[in-house]
């Protein structure tokens, strides 16, 4: 436990669970929101190795000072953001058009 | 300098050995225990003696001198009344939003100012931290009204997430024109460059006469942040006349004083945070309160900074209380929005002002290398 | 710095477990009489009949959706801006490259607000039969 | 034992715990409220770790703007009280066991490897360089994130218009079509 905060293989485990548990809900989950929220897990999983590579192992990438895991994480958020906002109109078109946004029942290629 | 610093300075003299995470926790308990929440208290009663002299009637005057302990009376009651959740209500999200939307309030305070020595903590995002945990404040608004299974509350309470929500734009663009001219996020850093301007000094004044977008900016801000605390012309959610008093309709007892004390303490924090981002935080017009000296020290402790912080700390909450007062008056002044004048006003005409306020600002910044009207005055009359 | 963030984080805390703890303590206090009227939803006295999950039309949405899109774009301008004193101090070029850039992308959203007023979406129109009206107003206005 | 291990501790506990229950909670609703707990867990181990400018970021548009949407997207789309009842673990089997596949391989692959030269982190404010960094090498970059960001947003909100405004729109553009 000492030094847990410095300790790398400790967020890399730790995005690794976050990534199992987001994957699990992807696959595993019936309503589309279901689906969004475990792929928002697995992006944030990505998100948390960027910063911690950038943050404990610095003088490794040629002029890291550029911050470069920082950056990457933050368009991560931010691609994220604008997938949500996607997602929710889909939701919002197919529960219009269905009554239920159940992945299984929206089958129909038709519009 | 944070209070946890100045704290553990005052422990070095008296040699006690207190690690340093107390003093962190000490002055969130002074700032929140003994700052906020009787400031948001007395507010209550502040409001209902302001609304009395509005309406030419005396308001509270039974409890205590003048009133002045009705707040404290109003929080016992409040305090033991039955607090009755009903049957489908869904507990543990009914239970965890009031912690949400206090975190979200208190939280900010924080990051505020209240001299040039003493600050919460001063750290290097503080407008942007304080706007993170404004952003909490929405979901615990939507989390109870949604808990509490009352089509009223549930109403009132989707009103004021996106209420809320679409204000946060308007403010924060407003906030990103200040950082524009100064440069920095960190609040001291943006009240220490509102000096009153000297020949070597880095002050240009305060930023609302910074230049005229800034000046449009601060009222873009006010209107946002009445907004965004659900203040009167903008008070949608909590509608009494429509909405039976919104999404705190289910709320009982102790739990609705919870919620009226976060309104509160929003109130005061967003007057806080305008008064220091525009209305130059402690500093006075004319005159440097940081060099003023006072020759008597204790042993040998100078006492001229002690006295220059509560000079300072005077200053400031003077401006939190003009500011709070006029909060207070726009409330038996101003008739309530619709909700499609509140949210035209938001999306129309907000958002497209500040948009065009900041690129002004930035010009303005960038073509007078980021010096205020003042200081030109002064280059053009030859004063320095 | 970890020592600010300490600060912050246990004003934080505190804040977050002082509505727990206040309630807890009111428990011994507060009286407790559940009784059946006492314990239904308020619904100005009549019984209440439905489950209050309504749904609503969707202009709700249409607002979480551009309030996402407009606070990313906060969001990003945040780190540019900042630089934005220190660019003109270091010299005009550099300031320059700061200044088109933040507002290259203010623009372009901008253009996105644009769209969204044209097409009538942030209008706060009730629901289909307000549209169909607020839409013919709109062409009496325009003839 | 430093107050930042057992911070970042909590924050481990907590984020696993909540990713669990979003994942396999029955109620939609608390797999959402759950969600807010593992993003404000990452968000606290990006202060741990320095990186002040992205955990305010990350409460601000994860927590105040992804949340609500799907929290109003929840509100809208199910009656959540209707089905108690769990959804048939049986959906769960593939995915679970495919999620231990990957877990277990890459665990053994990260501890396998020496961290041997990890360093220490050096705490400086990180949003100067970051917008030093967004206006330097990344410049590209952060228009073209610009320009998918006004897409997304004019995309989500055609898909997202009433169908009877899209009628409205379509007479309109045949209108002016036959004049």
């Keep these: 436990m000492a ?31 279901g689906i969004f ?21 610095k003088g490794v990438i040629a002029n890291d000072s550029w911050l470069h895991g920082h950056i990457f994480s933050l368009f991560i958020i931010i691609l994220a953001a604008i997938e949500a906002a996607v997602a929710l109109a889909i939701v919002l078109r197919t529960f219009g058009s269905r009554q239920t946004i159940d992945a299984d029942r929206a089958d129909e290629l038709r519009g | 300098m944070s209070l946890a610093e100045f704290l553990s300075g005052l422990n070095q003299l008296l040699g006690t050995g207190i690690p340093m995470a107390i003093f962190s926790v000490l ?72 912690s949400l939307v206090l975190a979200g309030s208190f939280g900010a305070f924080a990051v505020i100012p209240f001299s040039a020595y003493i600050i919460g903590t001063d750290l290097d995002i503080g407008v942007f931290y304080a706007m993170a945990l404004g952003s909490l404040v929405s979901l615990g608004v939507l989390l109870g009204a949604w808990s509490s299974d009352n089509k009223w509350s549930l109403i009132g309470g989707m009103r004021g997430a996106a209420q809320i929500v679409s204000y946060e734009i308007p403010l924060g663009l407003a906030v990103l024109s200040v950082i524009t001219i100064s440069g ?19 002050g240009h004044f305060w930023n609302v006469f910074h230049n005229p977008f800034m000046f449009v900016n601060f009222f873009i801000y006010f209107t946002a942040a009445l907004a965004e605390c659900n203040r009167t012309p903008f008070d949608l959610p909590e509608a009494e006349s429509e909405l039976v008093s919104g999404f705190n309709t289910e709320f ?11 309104e509160f303490a929003d109130v005061i924090l967003f007057a806080c945070i305008a008064s220091a981002i525009f209305l130059g935080g402690w500093h006075v017009p004319f005159f440097d309160l940081q060099s003023l000296n006072i020759g008597l020290s204790v042993g040998e402790l100078d006492l001229s900074p002690l006295v220059q912080s509560v000079l300072m700390i005077g200053v400031f909450l003077f401006k939190v209380a003009v500011l709070v007062f006029v909060v207070m008056w726009l409330r038996w002044t101003l008739p309530r929005l619709r909700v499609d004048q509140l949210m035209n006003l938001c999306w129309k005409y907000l958002i497209p002002i500040s948009f065009f306020n900041l690129i002004g600002a930035a010009v303005w910044t960038w073509a007078f290398e980021g010096r205020s009207i003042l200081q030109l005055l002064g280059q053009v009359l030859g004063v320095y | 710095m970890l020592q600010e963030f300490g600060n912050a984080l246990s004003f934080v805390v505190l804040a977050a477990i002082l509505p727990p703890v206040i309630l807890f303590i009111g428990k011994f206090f507060r009286p407790s009489f559940p009784h059946e009227g006492k314990l239904t939803t ?35 301008l945040f780190p540019v801006l900042l630089l934005f004193r220190e660019a003109i101090d270091i010299g005009g070029s550099v300031a320059f490259q700061v200044f088109a850039l933040a507002f290259a992308f203010l ?22 039969a307000d549209r169909r009206q607020h839409l013919e107003s709109q062409e009496k206005a325009a003839l | 034992m430093t107050l930042v291990d057992l911070f970042v501790a909590f924050c481990f506990v907590l984020g696993a715990v909540a990713a669990f229950f979003t994942a396999f909670h029955p109620n939609i609703l608390y797999g959402a409220i759950s969600l807010i707990g593992s993003l404000v867990a990452v968000a606290g181990i990006y202060g741990a770790l320095g990186a002040d400018f992205l955990a305010a970021a990350q409460l601000i548009i994860y927590v105040g ?24 673990a049986r959906k769960y089997i593939f995915p679970a066991i495919a999620a231990g596949v990957i877990f277990a391989g890459l665990a053994r692959i990260t501890l396998g490897a020496d961290w041997s030269d990890v360093t220490k982190p050096d705490f400086e404010p990180t949003a100067r360089a970051m917008g030093w960094a967004l206006v330097g090498p990344y410049a590209l970059v952060f228009q073209y994130v610009v320009v998918v960001l006004l897409s997304g947003l004019i995309g989500a909100v055609i898909i997202a218009r009433p169908a009877v405004k899209m009628k409205q729109l379509d007479e309109e553009i045949t209108k002016s079509g036959e004049e």
């Design chain 1, 3 to 33: 030094g847990l905060a410095t300790n790398l293989p400790a967020y890399l485990i730790f995005s690794l669970v976050l990534f199992s548990f987001g994957l699990v809900a992807a696959l595993g989950r019936r309503s589309a929101i």
């Design chain 1, 37 to 57: 929220m475990g792929v928002e897990l697995m992006l944030n999983a990505a998100a948390v190795n960027f910063v911690a590579f950038q943050v404990l192992r």
């Design chain 2, 27 to 98: 002055s969130a308990v002074i700032v929140i225990l003994l700052f906020a929440m009787p400031v948001g208290g007395f507010c209550t009663y502040l409001e209902r003696k302001v609304a009395a002299d509005f309406q030419e009637r005396i308001g509270p005057n039974r409890v205590g001198p003048l009133g002045l302990l009705q707040f404290f009376a109003d929080g016992i009651k409040m305090f033991l009344k039955e607090d009755s959740i009903s049957k489908n209500a869904d507990r543990w999200i009914y239970n965890f939003a009031p």
């Design chain 2, 184 to 202: 920095s996020m960190s609040m001291h850093q943006l009240v220490a460059q509102q000096a009153w301007p000297s020949p070597g000094g880095v």
């Design chain 2, 252 to 262: 009982s007892g102790m739990r609705f004083g919870l919620y009226a004390l976060s």
């Design chain 3, 42 to 76: 308020y619904e100005c006295g009549e019984l209440p009949e439905g489950s209050a999950y309504v749904m609503f039309n969707n202009r709700f949405y249409l607002v979480a959706i551009v309030f996402l899109v407009f606070d990313v774009e906060i969001a990003l």
């Design chain 3, 107 to 128: 623009g372009v959203l901008f253009v996105g607000l644009v769209y969204e007023w044209k097409t009538g979406d942030i209008d706060w129109v009730r629901d289909a």
């Design chain 4, 65 to 88: 703007g992804i949340l609500i949407v799907i929290l109003f997207a929840v509100m809208m789309s199910e009656d959540i009280y209707k089905r108690r009842f769990f959804e048939g």
